[in-house]
C-alpha cells in the first residue's frame, strides 16, 4: 500500500512520519523509532502503548497514525527533562518500585501524568479511576499508587 | 574480619537496577531492537481445527501477495522439541492437534504482508475426534492425542505411559494407606478443579533468528527468561552443536514461567533457516490473541484428595489424585506435575500416603511453567480440603493445621527431613492480623463477610545438577559488571545480585551493574525460574564477587607491603589505616600495579563463581521416596477477609495478609514488591480468570475483554505482606526464593474466606460472579457443595464423575 507523510509534533519536535492509510499511530510510532510506546494487545485493552494526544490520554493502537495529522503527541520520553532528568511522576515510580517488567511503565506514567494533571491532590478512588485503563501484571498495582501520591506532593512542591 | 564496608549490601532497601531505563521508556525490549531493511516479518498460518489430518495446504494465494517471500510447512522443518520430553513440532506434521496450532509460516518484507499472506493459507483436514477431558483420557485410550508417544526422547525423571494419553505419572507410596483409614475416626474425601490459566504478561512473544550462510551459526534473540536452556533445546531438537548456537535475550516484558524453555524460537527458526531466507534475520511477533490461543498456559486440573483423620484431628493417611490437563503438549508441563506429586500432602506431616499425579494429553493448548509451577493447584485443592475437614471434625481449621503442622525435623511426603522454619508464627501473625477467628459485621450494608486462611509451600522444582556461575568484573573506574545469566524480569534479581556484589567488595550498589544475559557472553546458568535465582546463582555470584575482593586485597597488600587482613574496601575505597593509607580503585585494577619490586603484577581483575546443589536425590520413580529431593522449600500462609454482594455475586477483599519465611530478605523492596504483586495475581486467578473453549475446542477467551486480569480497581483495600527470617543452612545469606510463592494460596484463602461468608463450599475456580452468585442462591436453600466442570464439553466428565463417587 502507498505511504503518505503526516505531520506530528512528537515530544515538542515537528517530525513526519511515513505511512499507510491502515498503519495505527503505535505502529508508526515504533517504525520511526519511539519505542517506549510498547504493543502489548494491540486491541485497546493493555494500555501499554497510551500516549497523549493533544495533552488527552490515547491508546495509540486504537487511532490511525492519519487521525494524528497536525496534533501534539507526548510518549515517556518526552518527560524527560532537557538534561535527561525524570519527571516526578517516573522518579516517584522508582522510588516506590513500582516497576518490575517496565512493560507497561510508559503508559502507566503518562496515566498518572495526565490524571495529576486532572486531580493534582488525588484520593485513591481517584488514582485507581484513572489508571484503571492500564493493566500491570507485576506490582499488583499497590506501590504503583504509592507512588502516585507521592508524585503528587513532589509535584506541588516544584508549583 | 569482615574486609568491606557499604551501605548499601544484603538486606538495605535500595532502588532497582534499570528502572530509571524503563521509567524513561527507553529500555529496548525484543521488539525494540532494530535491523535495518534486511529484516523479514513471519507470521504464522494456524489450525482452525482441534484434531484432524491434514489432507492438503495451498500456499499459492499466500504466495501472491505482495512483499511475501516464502511460506513454509511442516514436512519441511521435521524436528521434535522439548525440554523434559520431546512432544512438539513448531510446525504441525501431518496432523493439528489443537486449534491455534502452526501449519505454515508465511515469511514476507513487512509485518503487514506476512500478516495478510497467512490469512490467505488454505487447509485441508479430514477431522477425527477431539479429546478434552483430562479424567476420562486418562483412562479411556480410545483416542490418542500422540500415539507415536513411545518414540519420544524424555528425561528418566518424567515417566511417559506410551499407548495412553498420560505424559507423565508421578507417583509417591509410603506406608499403608488403606489401613490407616481403616484406623480413622474421620475419613473425609473430596474434589476440587480448575481450568486453565494464562500467564497474561504484558510483552507477547517476540524474536528474530538469523543463520550466518557461511558457517551455520545461528543468533537468537528473544525474550526469553532462559538463554541456555533455549539454547539446549533449540540444539538437542536441531540436532546442531551447542556452540553454533547463539542465544541473546534483551529485557523481557514479564514471564511468570511463559517465557521458560523454547517459546516460538524454533517456529522462527523454520523461516529463517529455510535455504531461501537464511543470512536474512526473520522477526516473529506474535499478537495477543496468538498468545493466548497457542503459548504455555498453567493447566488445568481435577484433584481428589482422601484423607483418614483419628480422635485428636491428626492425619493418618492421604490418598491423592490428580489429573492435569496438559493439553498438547507436556514438554515442560510433566515436570509441574511432578513438584505437586513430592509436595503433595503440603504443609503436613502425614505418615501414609498414596499420590498419583498425571500429566494428561488433550486437544487444547499446552500446559507449562506457571508462577508456582504445581503448588498453586496442588494447594488450590489441599487447603480447600484442609477446611473441609476440619469443619467435619469440627475443629477450629486454624487448629487443626497447626497440629498437623510439618515441624522441622518431620518428613516430607518423600521421606525428606523438613528443615528449620517460621510458619506457626506466620500463622499466627496472618490470623491475628485478618481477625481470622473473629466474625465482623460487613462494612458493605446488605453484604456477607468472610474470612479464610489458606498455607503455602514450595521447593525450587529442577534437576538435581540444575548449576549456576557467574562473573564479576571491576573495571578500571571502580565500578563492576557483573555477568549472571539469570533473566531480570521484573521480580528484580539483578537488585539482589547488585546487592549481594556490593556486600562482598564494599562497593555502592550505584556503581554496579548486571548485564543482560547472552550466551556468548556469560558463563552458564540453568535456568531463570523455581525461584531459585537469588540462591543458586546468588551462591555463584557471591562466590565470584568474593573472589574479585580477595585479588584486589592481595594486590593492595603486595602494593603497601601490609598484611592482607589490615586492608578493608569501604565505599569504593581500598584503605589500610595502619598504614595510613586509602585510595579509590582506578585504572590500576585493570593495568596492573606497579609494585615495590618494580615489576607490574595483576591486570583485570575477574572474579569467578559456581554453584550446584551437592546432594539432591531424584525421588524413586516407583515409591517417590528420597533422603533429599530437593533443596528446600520456602512455606508461608495467606489470611483474607472477603465480602460478597448477594444480589451480583460481586467479590470485594477488605483486607489480605501474606507472610512467608524467605530466610533472609537480600532486597526487601523487591521481596516486597514479590509479594504484592503475586497476591493479586493469586487474588485475580481466584476471582475471575479461566480460559474456555467451545465442544470443538475453540478459544472463547482470547484476548484481554474475555480473559480478565485483575486491573488496578480490583485489587484489596489493603494489602500487608511481611516475612520472616530463619536462616536456610546452605545458602548464600541464609536466602530462600519467594517469587513464586505469593501467587500460591490467595484462591484458596478466598476459597474458605466464601465458605465462611456463605456456608457454601465451592470445589471450582475461579470464584467467578455467577459462581458465587450461585452459591449465594444455594446457600438460601441449605445446599452446601457447589461443583462445575471447568469445561463446556461436561458430558463426557459426568460420566466419569459417576464413576468416582
Known amino acids: 500500500m502507498p505511504k503518505q507523510p503526516i505531520n506530528v509534533v512528537l515530544n515538542g519536535k515537528p517530525v513526519t512520519l511515513e505511512v499507510e492509510p491502515r498503519t495505527t499511530l503505535l505502529r508508526a510510532l515504533r517504525e520511526f523509532g519511539v519505542t517506549s510506546v510498547k504493543r502489548g494487545c494491540e486491541e485497546g485493552e493493555c494500555g501499554t502503548c497510551t500516549v497523549l494526544l493533544d495533552g488527552k490520554l490515547q491508546k495509540s493502537c486504537m487511532v490511525l497514525a492519519v487521525e494524528a495529522e497536525g496534533r501534539k503527541v507526548v510518549t515517556s520520553e518526552g518527560l524527560l527533562g532537557p538534561d535527561g532528568e525524570l519527571h516526578p511522576v517516573q522518579k516517584a515510580f522508582v522510588e516506590e518500585g513500582a516497576i518490575q517488567c517496565g512493560f507497561c511503565t510508559p503508559g502507566m506514567v503518562l496515566a498518572a501524568v495526565d490524571l495529576l494533571n486532572r486531580h493534582p491532590d488525588p484520593t485513591d478512588e481517584q488514582i485507581k479511576e484513572g489508571l484503571s485503563g492500564n493493566l500491570c501484571r507485576c506490582t499488583g498495582y499497590v506501590s504503583i499508587i504509592r507512588a502516585v501520591h507521592k508524585a503528587a506532593a513532589m509535584l506541588k512542591e516544584r508549583r | ?805
Request: hydrophobic fraction near 35%; include cysteine.
Open chain 2, 1 to 805: 574480619m569482615k574486609q568491606t564496608i557499604t551501605n548499601d549490601g544484603v538486606g538495605k532497601w535500595v532502588t532497582r537496577q534499570y528502572d530509571v531505563e524503563k521509567a524513561a521508556g527507553t529500555l529496548q525490549y525484543t521488539d525494540d531492537l532494530r535491523f535495518g531493511p534486511e529484516l523479514l516479518h513471519a507470521k504464522a498460518a494456524r489450525s482452525t481445527i482441534a484434531h484432524g489430518e491434514i489432507v492438503s495446504i495451498d500456499v499459492s494465494e499466500a504466495m501472491k501477495v505482495p512483499g511475501v517471500v516464502k511460506v513454509i510447512l511442516g514436512d519441511q522443518f521435521v524436528h521434535r522439541f522439548g525440554l523434559y520430553l520431546h512432544d512438539r513440532t513448531p510446525l504441525a506434521v501431518g496432523k493439528v492437534r489443537y486449534v491455534g496450532e502452526p501449519i505454515a509460516l508465511v515469511v514476507a518484507e513487512t509485518e503487514e504482508a506476512a500478516e495478510e499472506g497467512a490469512l490467505k493459507v488454505k487447509a485441508k483436514y479430514k477431522e477425527l475426534t477431539p479429546i478434552f477431558d483430562p479424567v476420562k483420557e486418562a483412562t479411556d485410550n480410545s483416542i490418542l492425542v500422540h500415539p507415536e508417544l513411545e518414540s519420544y526422547e524424555h528425561v528418566p525423571f518424567i515417566v511417559p505411559q506410551p499407548g495412553t494419553n498420560l505424559a507423565n505419572w508421578f507417583r509417591i507410596r509410603r506406608g499403608d494407606v488403606e489401613k490407616a483409614f481403616e484406623e480413622s475416626e474421620y475419613v473425609v474425601e473430596e474434589a476440587v478443579n480448575c481450568p486453565q490459566i494464562a500467564h497474561g504478561f504484558l510483552e507477547p512473544h517476540c524474536c528474530i533468528c538469523k543463520e550466518d550462510p557461511a558457517t551455520g551459526y545461528l543468533t537468537i534473540w528473544t525474550a526469553a527468561q532462559s538463554v541456555f536452556a533455549t539454547r539446549e533445546i533449540i540444539a538437542a531438537g536441531l540436532g546442531y552443536p551447542l556452540n553454533k548456537i547463539r542465544v541473546i535475550a534483551p529485557p523481557i516484558g514479564g514471564g511468570f514461567g511463559g517465557k521458560a524453555g523454547m517459546t516460538i524460537e524454533a517456529l522462527c527458526l523454520a523461516g529463517a533457516m529455510d535455504p531461501d531466507v537464511k543470512g536474512r534475520p526473520v522477526k516473529l511477533h506474535i499478537s495477543r490473541e496468538e498468545v493466548m490461543l497457542t503459548s504455555w498456559v498453567r493447566q488445568g486440573y481435577v484433584a481428589r484428595i482422601k484423607m483418614g483423620i483419628d480422635k485428636d484431628g491428626k492425619i493418618l493417611g492421604m490418598k491423592n489424585t490428580f489429573y492435569f490437563d496438559t493439553g498438547v503438549s507436556a514438554e515442560y508441563g510433566a515436570n509441574p506435575v511432578r513438584s505437586a506429586g513430592y509436595t503433595s500432602t503440603g504443609c503436613y506431616y502425614v505418615p501414609n500416603v498414596w499420590t498419583d499425579s498425571y500429566a494428561v494429553y488433550t486437544n487444547k493448548p499446552f500446559g507449562g511453567a506457571y508462577r508456582g509451577f504445581g503448588l498453586p493447584e496442588l494447594m488450590g485443592v489441599m487447603e480447600t480440603i484442609i477446611d473441609i475437614a476440619a469443619h467435619k471434625i469440627g475443629m477450629d481449621p486454624v487448629e487443626f493445621r497447626l497440629k498437623n503442622i510439618l515441624e522441622p525435623g518431620l518428613k516430607t511426603c518423600t521421606g525428606m527431613p523438613m528443615h528449620n522454619h517460621a510458619l506457626p508464627k506466620i500463622i499466627e501473625k496472618v490470623v491475628d492480623k485478618v481477625g481470622i477467628q473473629k466474625k465482623e459485621e460487613p462494612r458493605r450494608p446488605g453484604w456477607k463477610r468472610g474470612k479464610g486462611l489458606a498455607l503455602a509451600i514450595k521447593a525450587p522444582a529442577k534437576p538435581a545438577d540444575a548449576s549456576s556461575s557467574a562473573i564479576v568484573k571491576v573495571l578500571g573506574d571502580g565500578t563492576v559488571e557483573i555477568l549472571a545469566a539469570t533473566m531480570d524480569m521484573g521480580q528484580g534479581t539483578y537488585t539482589s545480585f547488585a546487592q549481594m556484589a556490593s556486600e562482598e567488595l564494599g562497593i555502592p550498589v550505584k556503581k554496579i551493574r548486571c548485564i543482560y544475559p547472552d550466551t556468548n557472553s556469560h558463563p552458564y546458568d540453568w535456568q531463570t525460574v523455581a525461584s531459585r535465582s537469588c540462591w543458586a546463582m546468588g551462591m555463584a555470584v557471591k562466590r565470584a564477587a568474593a573472589d574479585a575482593r580477595e585479588q584486589i586485597i592481595s594486590l593492595y597488600a603486595q602494593y603497601w607491603q601490609v598484611p592482607p587482613e589490615s586492608i578493608v574496601i569501604e565505599h569504593g575505597i581500598v584503605k589500610c589505616r595502619s598504614a595510613g593509607k586509602a585510595e579509590p580503585l582506578d585504572e590500576r585494577i585493570q593495568n596492573g600495579f606497579k609494585m615495590p619490586d618494580g615489576y607490574y603484577h595483576g591486570g583485570p581483575i575477574i572474579g569467578t563463581g559456581s554453584f550446584v546443589p551437592p546432594d539432591v536425590i531424584y525421588p524413586d520413580n516407583e515409591t517417590g521416596q528420597s533422603p533429599k529431593s530437593v533443596v528446600h522449600f520456602t512455606v508461608g500462609a495467606v489470611g483474607i477477609d472477603v465480602e460478597v454482594d448477594p444480589a451480583t455475586g460481586c467479590v470485594e477483599v477488605n483486607r489480605v495478609s501474606s507472610g512467608y519465611d524467605v530466610g533472609k530478605a537480600i532486597s526487601p523492596m523487591n521481596v516486597r514488591g514479590q509479594i504484592e504483586g503475586g497476591t493479586v495475581q493469586g487474588i485475580s486467578a481466584g476471582l475471575m480468570e479461566g480460559m474456555y473453549y467451545d465442544e470443538k475446542g475453540r478459544l472463547l477467551t482470547p484476548d484481554f475483554t474475555d480473559y480478565k486480569i485483575a486491573t488496578i480497581k480490583d485489587i484489596p483495600e489493603e494489602i500487608d505482606s511481611f516475612w520472616e527470617e530463619t536462616p536456610e543452612e546452605l545458602s548464600p545469606y541464609g536466602n530462600r526464593g519467594v517469587g513464586e510463592h505469593s501467587m500460591i494460596s490467595p484462591a484458596p484463602a478466598i476459597g474458605n474466606a466464601l465458605f465462611n461468608a456463605l456456608g457454601v463450599r465451592i470445589h471450582t475456580y475461579p470464584f467467578s460472579r455467577e459462581r458465587v452468585y450461585k452459591a449465594v442462591q444455594m446457600s438460601k436453600t441449605g445446599e452446601e457443595d457447589l461443583w462445575d466442570y471447568p469445561y463446556v464439553q461436561e458430558q463426557n466428565y459426568k460420566k466419569a464423575k459417576k464413576e468416582w463417587f
